[in-house]
T-cell receptor, first 114, second 114 residues
């Protein structure tokens, strides 16, 4: 079953706008990761946030994690056409489980219009 | 340096035939993972290798699926007696070791069973 579920399923914005995607999960985690996928092929790791962290930044990316609500958000600021891709959150199995076995949500398809 | 490579990039096969999918991980990465991505199921974990051993095969969908890894490097995923429901993109990923959570993905093999 899917651990992470992203919403919205699809998001269309204009270049320069900010894009926010959300992820909810069901069980405890050690880490949550966000990945990007272009054209239905390989995934690229964007950022990892640990369960004891609340916010993390990397360039134009900002990730938040609320373990009490079992949710995370990914904010992309000043979006560019090249940010058009599918974005997935991935969670591990938490304490007592594996950190390597990732469960992915079904993704948010982001379209940035020039 | 070189990333994860997979071959073939596309494979069309007839129902009932066997197929072999190959993954070359990043040099020095001891952990290797196979995932399957299909329209209905999203991204599913299949199997994890640490070195040449597969301590976690829990995601393999049936006994028609097997995988091996030799020399702590190249891995082959074999699907016997392919069925139409096996049609999907098969993604391979590697990480330096299982304690390094960021996974590097290959471009995938798109398998179509006719």
């Amino acid at each position: 079953s899917q651990q992470g579920e992203e919403d919205p399923q699809a998001l269309s914005i204009q270049e320069g706008e900010n894009a926010t995607m959300n992820c909810s999960y069901k069980t405890s985690i050690n880490n949550l990761q966000w990945y990007r996928q272009n054209s239905g092929r390989g995934l690229v790791h964007l950022i990892l946030i640990r369960s004891n962290e609340r916010e993390k930044h990397s360039g134009r990316l900002r990730v938040t994690l609320d373990t009490s609500k079992k949710s995370s958000s990914l904010l992309i600021t000043a979006s560019r056409a090249a940010d058009t891709a599918s974005y997935f959150c991935a969670t591990d199995e938490g304490s007592g489980g594996s950190n390597y076995k990732l469960t992915f949500g079904k993704g948010t398809l982001l379209t940035v219009n020039p | 340096g070189a990333g994860v490579s997979q071959s073939p990039s596309n494979k069309v096969t007839e129902k009932g035939k066997d197929v072999e999918l190959r993954c070359d991980p990043i040099s020095g990465h001891t952990a290797l993972y196979w995932y399957r991505q299909s329209l209905g199921q999203g991204l599913e974990f299949l199997i994890y290798f640490q070195g040449n051993s597969a301590p976690d095969k829990s995601g393999l969908p049936s006994d028609r699926f097997s995988a091996e890894r030799t020399g702590g490097s190249v891995s082959t995923l074999t699907i016997q007696r392919t069925q139409q429901e096996d049609s999907a993109v098969y993604l391979c990923a590697s990480s330096l070791n299982p304690s390094i959570y960021e996974q590097y993905f290959g471009p995938g093999t798109r398998l179509t069973v006719t």
